[in-house]
């Protein structure tokens, strides 16, 4: 759970808080940012809540979500301090889309080359707001705009999973209004809150989430034993070498035992010269 100025922030999957790995606060202390594991297929709901002990809030607090870059409600809080969940985007007066991580699309098409600013990222930014009811029914076809979900093969820099928006469901109790029926007037923006998410292999790779210890012994113990290998193989590389020269060596020894001519050739050589010698 990531926290500043009595405001906090998580992300949920079935109801259990997502591990946070390698939060961050700014200098200024308005921004806070962690990473999440992601794993396509999984439905996720954003979630956050003012923690004061206070009976009343002072100011309405309103929430804008992005997701990839892409800005959604996140709801609000008017009266009393409380939680604020989002499961997704409603689409009628009964259901709901759901968020839920994704595969995205790779392509080489250079229209992808600029990432959007966001990608691979939840964001909620939590301001200081005035609340209207709104008298005319929602639009909730204008309530549901469209994710990315294609990153250039070049530069998708580890983001392998995006957002999208799942199926219809029916609404969960008590999330009738969801937001939709007021009009949110920002008056100061307090906090926000980043979750930057990736495969969980993907962060380990990275050295931000811990390594299972079972694995990370594994992995050690493989380590561990690759450098034995080398250096047993550095050693026979060696001592080969040494064979291969004594062997040279032996070769060598036996050619001029077993071909005497050049010594043979020496010796008539030497007989020929004493010959021409003129003793008189």
């Not at 009595?6 to 606060?25: M, N, Q």
């Not at 002072?58 to 809080?77: I, N, Q, V």
């Not at 219809?168 to 109790?173: H, M, Q």
Request: glycine content about 6%.
């Amino acid at each position: 759970m990531l926290q500043l100025r009595k405001l906090s922030a998580w992300i949920t999957v079935d109801g259990k808080e997502l591990h946070e790995y390698g939060a961050e606060i700014s200098d200024d202390g308005k921004e806070a940012t962690c990473w999440i594991p992601s794993k396509v297929g999984q439905h996720f709901a954003v979630n956050w809540k003012n923690t004061s002990r206070a009976s009343r809030l002072p100011t309405s607090l309103g929430a804008r979500l992005f997701l990839d870059g892409t800005e959604f409600s996140g709801g609000h809080m008017s009266e009393y301090p409380t939680t604020v969940t989002r499961i997704g985007v409603p689409s009628s007066n009964t259901t709901v889309k759901p968020f839920i991580f994704s595969k995205v699309e790779l392509t080489d098409d250079d229209n992808f080359l600029a990432m959007p600013s966001g990608t691979g990222e939840i964001k909620i930014l939590i301001s200081e707001v005035t609340i209207k009811k709104n008298r005319r029914a929602v639009s909730y076809k204008a309530a549901v705009p469209e994710l990315a979900q294609k990153v250039h093969e070049r530069s998708k820099k580890g983001i392998v999973h995006g957002v999208s928006l799942a199926n219809n469901i029916r609404r969960p109790k008590g999330t009738e209004s969801y937001g939709g029926s007021v009009t949110k007037t920002r008056l100061r923006d307090l906090v926000t809150f980043v979750f930057k998410y990736r495969p969980l292999d993907i962060l380990q790779a990275n050295d931000i989430a811990p390594l299972p210890s079972k694995r990370k012994s594994l992995m050690m113990s493989k380590i561990e034993d690759q450098e034995e290998e080398q250096e047993t193989l550095a050693e026979t590389k060696q001592a080969l070498q040494a064979a291969l020269r004594r062997i040279e060596m032996l070769e060598s020894s036996q050619k001029r035992k077993n071909n005497p001519e050049p010594a043979l050739r020496r010796v008539k050589k030497a007989r020929q010269d004493l010959e021409i010698i003129d003793l008189t």
